[in-house]
């Protein structure tokens, strides 16, 4: 069973189409890069893959419930929410409403050291750069231990110690097993990755298909 699959997916904005006729299979256990230009359909299929955006057209299947980081974003003020709030949020599918265990803890504080955010684990999310927010949000997308785990430009802007942590994570996910699809415009990122997949106008200009892991 491939671990992500988009057969014939097309999704549109009010105002302008974005990707059509997508048809992509990634087998378990793969690391691919979606990259292209800004604006053309990266993010989009990454939220499908997410479930976040339900395709206008053809359908998008997953082996399970996707762990999905998307980009580093401003914190409001009015949100109160320190770091370990914030990775233990990634406990919230093992959960199922019961109060954390001892267990989702050890989790939470694995997925914060391995993201190099242990000291943080007081701080509110306000108070913290783009780079710390952005490894917070991946120390939260590990904290799932889903066998998918998307990433939406996970090292754009970073500083070479948080790139660094960024991609021995991954590295770490793929030899669990993990399915790893990530966007990025980074040529060192698109360099490590078993598949590339280039978007251009919404449409899959090469790359397509199916790729074995090596």
Not at 28 to 49: D, E, I
Request: hydrophobic letters at 40%; proline letters at 5%; charged letters at 25%.
């Amino acid at each position: 069973m491939d671990a992500i699959r988009f057969s014939d997916v097309g999704y549109a904005y009010p105002d302008r189409p974005v990707v059509s006729g997508v048809c992509l299979a990634f087998a378990p256990g793969t690391h691919a890069v979606l990259t292209g230009r800004n604006g053309s359909g990266k993010s989009t299929v990454l939220a499908m893959a997410a479930g976040i955006l339900a395709p206008d057209s053809g359908t998008v299947t997953t082996q399970a419930r996707p762990a999905y980081v998307i980009q580093h974003i401003e914190a409001p003020d009015t949100m109160p929410c320190t770091v370990r709030q914030a990775v233990e949020m990634g406990r919230w599918p093992h959960r199922r409403g019961r109060p954390l265990r001892a267990a989702d803890r050890q989790v939470v504080m694995d997925s914060m050291e391995r993201m190099g955010i242990t000291e943080l684990a007081g701080r509110q999310l306000r108070e913290l750069s783009g780079g710390q927010r952005q490894r917070t949000l991946i120390a939260q997308g590990l904290a799932q231990q889903s066998p998918i785990l998307l990433l939406d430009e996970p090292t754009a802007g970073l500083d070479a110690e948080a790139h660094r942590l960024i991609r021995a994570a991954v590295g770490d996910e793929l030899r669990r097993g993990t399915t790893v699809l990530e966007a990025s415009h980074d040529a060192a990122d698109i360099g490590r990755a078993d598949r590339v997949v280039t978007f251009e106008s919404g449409r899959v200009s090469e790359g397509g298909g199916r790729l074995a892991r090596r």
